[in-house]
């Protein structure tokens, strides 16, 4: 079960020119906890998460990871995460499966002979095993998503962010990642997950945030959610937590 504080963002704003991407968030994050960060396009999420992981420069506030200041105490709070970006930047045609595990090890400074048991360990997990010697050009669109996840995972970290990490898979695909997420999670990774998919984040997040043009407009359990938000026609409790969704983006639209 979660426990204590993870990942803290105290007052944290960041602009671009004329645009205020994220305004202010406050927002807490515990040990162990899946949680889904929610929004429509443009609501702050990617800049969240870029935020946190060091592609993003803070304008104001702060960020803590473990209580590690992200921008001061980077190389430690930088070891801690691993990303499950949405592109598939898988650039090495030279290299195999396994030689891409590898190679993003040394970035960590992992001994090459650990590197390679790791990798070996992670191709297991993620059903790629048998695909260890290919190129990345002869993997289908959900093998790369796997070889993804796994690469995030080669310096053991203990926080995992995926930005929309099934985006564009078809359904079976979809739950076939949700297996290995949840796997992680059950193995005590803290889980921080985008998605546009709201059944992704009933399904496996213990809490979510909603985001809306920077800022967080509801939190709490899918459950909680449900049952606090009033949706018209509907009992509460009784909707899908995409309808809870729906109905505050539009009480923000209007």
Not at 4 to 22: C, H, P, Q, W
Not at 24 to 41: M, V
Not at 96 to 118: C, D, M, S, T, W
Request: net charge positive; glycine share 10%.
């Amino acid at each position: 079960m979660p426990s204590g504080t993870i990942i803290s963002f105290k007052n944290f704003r960041k602009e671009y020119k004329d645009l205020t991407a994220v305004k202010g968030l406050d927002l807490d994050i515990k040990k162990g906890e899946f949680f889904g960060l929610l929004g429509p396009n443009g609501a702050g999420k990617t800049t969240t998460i870029s935020a946190l992981v060091g592609l993003v420069k803070l304008t104001s506030g702060s960020i803590t990871v473990k209580g590690h200041d992200s921008v001061k105490d980077y190389k430690k709070v930088h070891a801690l995460i691993g990303l499950a970006p949405q592109e598939e930047n898988l650039d090495f045609w030279f290299l195999n499966v396994r030689e891409i595990l590898v190679y993003h090890a040394g970035y960590f400074g992992i001994p090459q002979k650990e590197a390679g048991k790791k990798a070996d360990d992670l191709l297991k997990m993620m059903d790629l095993w048998e695909k260890r010697s290919s190129k990345v050009m002869e993997l289908s669109g959900g093998m790369k998503r796997r070889l993804l996840l796994a690469r995030a995972m080669m310096h053991g970290p203990e926080i995992i962010v995926m930005d929309e990490p099934t985006a564009g898979a078809d359904v079976e695909l979809r739950r076939k990642l949700w297996k290995y997420i949840k796997l992680l999670n059950r193995e005590g990774k803290t889980i921080i997950l985008t998605t546009h998919y709201l059944e992704e984040a009933e399904t496996l997040c213990d809490r979510v945030a909603i985001m809306n043009k920077g800022e967080i407009v509801a939190m709490g359990t899918p459950e909680e959610l449900k049952e606090n938000t009033k949706i018209k026609g509907m009992a509460a409790g009784k909707g899908r937590l995409e309808d809870v969704y729906m109905n505050l983006i539009r009480e923000e639209e209007s």
